[in-house]
Structures are given as C-alpha cells and as structure tokens.
C-alpha cells in the first residue's frame, strides 16, 4: 500500500501533513490552543492568558484529552507565576498552592492533569525569587511538552511492531494529535503503522454527546490521508460482530495499579463487545496517565458533565424538559478485557498489577508524578 499523503520515507523525518496550529502551544507569554469546541466546521486559535482562561478551557473542553490537559495545566502554574508577579504578590507557595489547585481541579478524571500541576509545583526552589521560579516553571512546563510529544511518538513504534497484521482498527473518542502534544496514543498506533508502510484504515464511533469520534478524529484522520469511518455508537457492537474489525485501540484518562482503565464513556461497551466477538481490545496510553495511587478502577472519580450536553440546544433528537439526563464524562474498562497496554516504554501484558509498576520504574516515574 502506498504511504498516505504527508508521510515521508524515513521514519524519524515523518510527520503528519496537517496544516493546521499544534493543539497546544506556549508562545512568549501565553497559552494557545485550538478551540476544540468548534471542530470540525471553524479552526480557531484562542489565547490562555490568565488562570480563568486555563480553566475554563479545560472545564469546557476546549482544550482535551487527558495528556493535552496535563500540558495546559502545566503551563496554567507558569501563567498564575506571570499573574502573581503582575499584581505585585509572592509567588511562593502561599500565594501559587491555591492557584494551582483550581487549575488541577478542572477536571477531576484524568490524572495527567493534576500530575502535570505537581509535578511543576515540586521542580520551583522554595528560596528561589519570583523570577527563578518562574523560570523554573517555564522549563518544567517545556518538559512536560516534550516528553508527551516523545512518548506518543513510541507508543506509534510500539503499537506497529505489536498488531502489523491488524489492517482495520476501531477506537473510540478522540486519542490522536489534538488530545496530545504529538501524534496521538489510540491515533499514534495509527499513524505509526501508517509509518512502517502498514496498510490501515479506521472505523470511528460517533462518541455521543459531543461526538469527539464524528467531530475530532474523523476531522484528524482526514486531513492525515487515513481512511476513516464514521459509525453510530450503536453499530459498534455489530460491527465487532461482523468479523470487519481487527483489533480496537483506544486511549485512556487515567490507569489504575490493577489495569482498570477510565476512558471515555462508551469504552467498557466496546470492550465487552470486542471479548465477545473475539477482537484483540488494546489500550496506548503514556506512563503518565499510570496512577499507582488508585489501586482499583472503582476508586477512580468519573466526571459528570452538565446535562445541557444531552438535551442542549443543539439540532439533535433530546428528552423533553423535565426528563431527567445521567451523564458520565467516562467509564472503567476491567483490566480483565484488556488484551494489552501500549505504552511508551514497552507493551504491557497481565498481570498488571506487575507490569505497571515496572513500567513505572522503567520510565522513573512514581504515584508523586
């Protein structure tokens, strides 16, 4: 098969040809992201220039996915340091703490987001002045940018080495170039066959209520020159049925210590469904969203959102007024369907109670970030 539109030869060189902004970005003295709100039908850059900004958009999810988060989060500390020192205040952690602490409350599911606050918070000299702790910041922040980028660039590697042969792939929500600061987990898996000249297309649910599936990764995909399939979220089960589907990849909010997966609700559906049709069910996720501290997936926080999502404004069949809306930003996946963890240092198989933690010490990370 030839190689999409975008890719060059060489796989280190290769890039996605999307002529669009990063999804995230510092520049000088701001934040700036793409407004995922708007996707498909508006591109639109807007400026985080204070913490309300940082917030907000993480609360509204104009900014997404759980590595993005973290990274917006991260760079949320360095704006509240910029704050801080324009309003003539310390920026020590009497004043910074309780800052920090709204930006890593945003969102209570993925646990990027609160490691990315601590883990800049806990890089700042406690003696240092405002202007070394922002500094210090600024670097953190970049790192945690950098890293993501890397990892998702391996977990693509490692994802093409693990299913070569799996030419038709579904996945679910949106876990590609605009939930990360790379090319994507679920996504990068895609891409990086895409890279090693694999043939692979790509069967992508609605994700219902806001359709991240219909909206963001089919908008992705596209302009990447990956074969991309719409579906109903109700055809999923059916389609695994049908024996079109070679394995599922998806991505995750956060990973509890047994294997447990927290991912977009909608995810432990497809999972059942794919044990049942026999279809490999996999998981690509970095370290970072690897939480020792949660031992169970039911100690996991799941997010629920406002029930305007459900029977809002927008032109689709909703309850009446008056009928009741539950609705979970998540769900958590038994770590006993999950067929394997794609990470980026390595591929991680039951028990994982086991391969977590090595996982964890492999790439130095720990419950403290």
Same mark, same amino acid.
């Given at each position: ?253 956060? !990973?509890?210590?047994?294997?447990? =997966? ?6 432990? $559906?497809? /999972?059942? #469904?794919? %044990? +049942? *049709? &026999? ?61 394997? !963890?794609?990470?980026?240092?390595? =591929? ?6 086991? $391969?977590? /933690?090595? #996982?964890? %010490? +492999? *790439? &130095? ?5």
């Amino acid at each position: 098969m030839a190689r999409p539109a975008g890719w060059s030869t060489g796989y280190a060189q290769m890039t996605v040809d999307i002529d669009t902004p990063p999804t995230i970005v510092w520049v000088d003295d701001h934040v700036e992201i793409i407004d995922q709100t708007l996707l498909p039908t508006e591109l639109r850059v807007v400026e985080l220039r204070t913490v309300e900004d940082v917030v907000d958009a993480i609360g509204r999810l104009a900014v997404r996915g759980a590595p993005a988060i973290g990274a917006c989060g991260a760079y949320g500390v360095v704006v509240a340091i910029d704050q801080l020192i324009a309003a003539g205040r310390s920026v020590g952690p009497d004043e910074l703490d309780p800052i920090a602490e709204r930006i890593a409350d945003a969102r209570p599911t993925a646990v990027n987001l609160r490691w990315a606050v601590d883990r800049v918070l806990r890089r700042l000299d406690p003696s240092g002045d405002a202007a070394t702790r922002r500094e210090e910041a600024l670097a953190e922040a970049q790192a945690v940018f950098a890293e993501d980028r890397d990892a998702c660039n391996a977990i693509g590697r490692h994802g093409a080495a693990e299913i070569p042969e799996a030419r038709t792939l579904m996945t679910h929500c949106n876990a590609g170039r605009l939930a990360t600061t790379g090319i994507g987990t679920a996504l990068g898996v895609v891409y990086g066959k895409a890279r090693e000249g694999q043939e692979v297309e790509v069967f992508a649910p609605e994700t219902r209520p806001l359709l991240q599936g219909a909206r963001l990764t089919a908008w992705e995909l596209a302009a990447a020159g990956i074969p991309v399939t719409v579906i109903p979220d109700s055809s999923a089960c059916g389609l695994l049925a049908s024996g079109r589907i070679d394995a599922v990849v998806v991505g995750a909010d956060r !990973i509890a210590a047994n294997g447990d =997966v927290a991912n977009k609700v909608g995810t432990f $559906s497809h /999972a059942v #469904a794919a %044990r +049942r *049709a &026999g279809v490999p069910f996999y998981v690509a996720a970095p370290t970072s969203t690897l939480d020792p501290a949660t031992a169970v997936g039911g100690d996991i926080t799941i997010e629920q959102r406002d029930p305007t999502e459900v029977h809002g404004t927008q032109p689709r069949v909703t309850p009446v007024d008056g009928v009741t809306v539950w609705n979970p930003a998540f769900d958590v996946t038994p770590a006993e369907l999950v067929t394997a !963890i794609i990470t980026e240092v390595g =591929v991680l198989r039951p028990d994982y109670s086991e $391969s977590i /933690a090595d #996982a964890l %010490r +492999r *790439a &130095g990370t720990s419950s403290e970030g």
